[in-house]
């Protein structure tokens, strides 16, 4: 129903900027919700940032004042501006959609993205 893909990852050292792209498409009737999700070895899954439709959004306590997220809801885009990076931002960073589907009936559904890899080092 929906495809993530996202891209914009790579190496770059300390202090350095990334900008992620999240694109979106398929068959759905809007989407509720994006967000930024990492994990890196050893560790658990953790959400990075998050925007709804209407705007609100969300960033985990570490990111704040760093990382800036947005969309271009006319093209069904999201994107994730990281500045002043850090080596603990190492991590493989997921893309995230909660959209409301039409089957049968109307229904919510959780989408992934297969991820890419963000490195942080010297």
């Known amino acids: 129903q929906v495809q993530l893909v996202e891209s914009g990852g790579g190496l770059v050292q300390p202090g350095g900027s990334l900008r992620l792209s999240c694109a979106a498409s398929g068959s759905f009737v809007s989407i509720i919700a994006m967000g930024w999700y990492r994990q890196a070895p050893g560790k658990q899954r953790e959400l990075v940032a998050s925007i709804t439709a209407d705007n609100n959004i969300n960033y985990r306590e570490s990111v704040k004042g760093r990382f800036t997220i947005s969309r271009d809801n006319a093209n069904n885009t999201m994107f994730l501006e990281m500045n002043s990076l850090k080596p603990e931002d190492t991590a493989v960073y997921h893309c995230?959609?909660?959209?409301?589907?039409?089957?049968?009936?109307?229904?919510?559904?959780?989408?992934w993205g297969q991820g890419t890899q963000v490195t942080v080092s010297s």
């Open positions: 995230n959609a909660v959209a409301i589907i039409f089957s049968a009936t109307m229904t919510t559904r959780d989408y």
